[in-house]
Structures are given as structure tokens and as C-alpha cells.
């Protein structure tokens, strides 16, 4: 079988078996990346991993991208990335589909109006668990509140925002008045970026993890 | 051309949201505002789906979007071409950034700059997803789309019960917090349904 039918193949598996994607993927990756096809070593899948998520994009396909390219060059992280979002493109469409037809019904809207409320909720908690790694000090707190009081009151695009944000971040490190230890955030990427899914069972296991 | 601005607005939220996952939902919603594709009701329900489904969160959600902007413009066969579209848009500034990266990998392992940059962009992502979070409880429990009408808010009592019990039962409750998401959808259906939301 070629080696991009198997990439393709490997990632649309991990794709499928990836509820909420972020931590919970991890062990999938680990077990058809590393145990069953050998293409990377653990250490080398944590690399990635944390990489992943220090890069823009879905870490998902940030990690399909990396395993890809390091087999068969750029063709690979392509066709790996495709893989990856195969099962959802074809999923999500059926069920948008059907839920298209349906949506007039009036206990289906009742049905909706309850879900929206547990959507709520489901953002919370992603802000929450955030939260705990990303504002470690008052620099990033009034990173926070600057942010979070502007997109509530203001209407500016979101990439204004992340490229101040980003720039104000290089300033604060390079100033030295950061009270967290640099390089000590890209040690808990690992626990942010799961979190972001939004996964109450990603987040208990970085829970584990850490050791905390 | 709606494919070509479905693709350029991806490729922007695949650009600009860090984290994955959640970290899209900001730049949905701001396109929900620019483009009036669709409402923030929608978003919230295509959250639900793609929060539901096996797949990756944001991946699920651009899939939806680009379905919805397709089929709203030109019918079934135009919605999935739409989810394909997004779908594209959103992962190609990711392949891009990777194979770059991957060329500098220990340099942007060790880089102060790439550290400091996310030093700042972390905190930023939690309050653009907090914002977008407070968009969608006006527009869900508080029936209005902005805070500045808060005077014609009418809060249900029935929603504010159902939120409380969803935020004990995913975080206070041992076992049922480490549930999949979907069995708390299928709780809250059940109970909008029940209770006429």
C-alpha cells in the first residue's frame, strides 16, 4: 500500500476516534504513530505535540501536518492534513444536512434552545481551565480584562487583538518585568491548548498528567 | 464570489486562532457579525453538532459553517462544496506554518521571542473566547445581541436553572464531570424540550 494511502488511512482513523481532539488525541496518536506504524517516537509526538500548539491553526492538524512532512516531504503533511479532516467533512455534512430539514419543527427548536443554553456553559468551563495556565500574573491579567472588556463593548476583529497581544508579550518578556520564569508557559502548552477543546475529559487527564 | 470570501475568512481564523478548538469560536462569531451568514443562534447550535461528533472542534465547526453558507447560496450541492471550501481555508495557513516551522524546529523550540509571543497571546486567547462566551449567553438565555440593550433583557428562570445544573454536573460531580460532552447535550435537549425553551 502506498505510504500516502497509509497516512491518509492512519490520520482519518485518528480522526474518527478523536472526540473534541486537543489531550484526548493524544493516546491515539501515540498508539497508531508510534507503536503500530513506528513513524515517530514518543518524545518526538510530545515535540510536535507542544509545537502544535505554539503554532497557529487546529493542533490536530498541526501534529497530522508534522507527521506527514517528516514521511514524504510537503505531499505528505498535505495529504495527512486531508486525512485528518476527511471523517469530519464527511460527518458534520450529513448531520447538517438532516438537521437542515428538521429545524422548522417546533419541538426540535425547543430541543436547540436547551442545547444553547449548555453551549454556555461548555465555553465557561473552556474559560476557566484556561484561565489557570494562561493568566499567571497581573501582566497577564490586564492582557485578559484588556482584551476580554474590548470584543465585549467594542466591534473590531479578533486579529487585531491576537497580533497586539503577541507583540505586547515579546515587549513584557523582553523587558524583564514578567514575574513567571520564561520557557516555564511552553512546558504547560501541553495543558493549555487541551484545554482549549474544551473537553472535561481532556482536561482531567492533564489533571493527571501534571502530577499535580 | 461567496467561496472565495468563505475561503479568505477561514484562512484568517486557521491564521489568527491560537490554540485550536475553541479558540475559533471568537473569529466565528465576528464573521456571524460582518458577513450576517448566520445568526449567533446558529453558531451556538453548529457548537453543539461539532462539540457532539468525532473530529477535532474547530475543524467540525468550519465544516458546518461552510455547509450552511453553501447550501443558504446555492442548494445542497453548493453546501457541500461550502464545507469543503472552509474546511480547506481553515487548514492551509496550518500546513503552511508547519512546514515552515519544521525547518527551524530547534530555533523555535528555543526562540525568547516565540515564548514571549505566547506569553501574551495565551491570556488573549482566554478573553476573546470569554467575550464570544458572553455574545452567545445574551443571545441564549438573555434573548438580546448585544450587552449595551441589557434594559430589554428578559432572563428565564428555566435557563438559568439548566445552566446552573450543567456547571455542577461537568465540574462538581465526581465521574459524571469526566462524561463526554455529548450525554450533557442530550440532557439539555431533553430538557428544553420538556420544559418549552
Known sequence: ?212 | MIYLRLFIEFFKTGLFSVGGGMATIPFLQDMSRATGWFTSAQLADMIAVAESTPGPLGVNTATYVGFTVGTQEYGMLGGILGAVVATVGLVTPSIIVIIVVAYFLDKFRKSRYVDGAFYGLRPASVGLIGAAGVGIVLMSVFRINTVFEFASAHLELKHLLLAAAILALTNWVPKVKKLHPIYFILLSAVVGVVFRF
Not at chain 1, 482519518?12 to 488525541?25: C, E, N, Q, W
Not at chain 1, 491576537?162 to 514575574?179: E, F, N
Open chain 1, 1 to 212: 500500500m502506498s505510504e500516502y494511502l497509509q497516512l491518509f488511512l492512519v490520520f482519518a482513523k485518528i480522526g474518527v476516534m478523536t472526540f473534541g481532539g486537543g489531550y484526548a488525541m493524544l493516546p491515539i496518536l501515540q498508539r497508531e504513530v508510534c507503536e503500530t506504524k513506528k513513524w515517530a517516537g514518543d518524545s518526538e509526538i510530545m515535540d510536535y505535540y507542544a509545537i502544535g500548539q505554539c503554532t497557529p491553526g487546529i493542533i490536530a492538524v498541526n501534529v497530522a501536518t508534522f507527521i506527514g512532512k517528516k514521511q514524504k516531504g510537503i505531499p505528505g503533511g498535505i495529504v495527512a492534513t486531508l486525512g485528518m479532516v476527511f471523517p469530519s467533512l464527511l460527518i458534520i455534512t450529513v448531520i447538517a444536512a438532516v438537521l437542515h430539514n428538521f429545524m422548522d419543527i417546533v419541538w426540535i427548536g425547543h430541543a436547540f434552545a436547551g442545547i444553547r443554553v449548555c453551549v454556555c456553559v461548555f465555553i465557561l468551563n473552556a474559560v476557566l481551565k484556561l484561565w489557570k495556565s494562561a493568566v499567571v500574573d497581573v501582566w497577564t491579567f490586564i492582557v485578559f480584562a484588556l482584551v476580554f472588556v474590548g470584543s465585549v463593548i467594542l466591534d473590531l476583529s479578533p486579529v487585531l487583538y491576537v497580533i497586539v497581544a503577541g507583540i505586547a508579550g515579546i515587549a513584557l518578556s523582553l523587558l524583564g518585568v514578567r514575574k513567571e520564569k520564561p520557557g516555564k508557559g511552553a512546558a504547560k502548552d501541553g495543558s493549555v491548548a487541551a484545554e482549549k477543546e474544551g473537553s472535561p475529559a481532556a482536561a482531567e487527564k492533564k489533571n493527571g498528567g501534571d502530577g499535580k
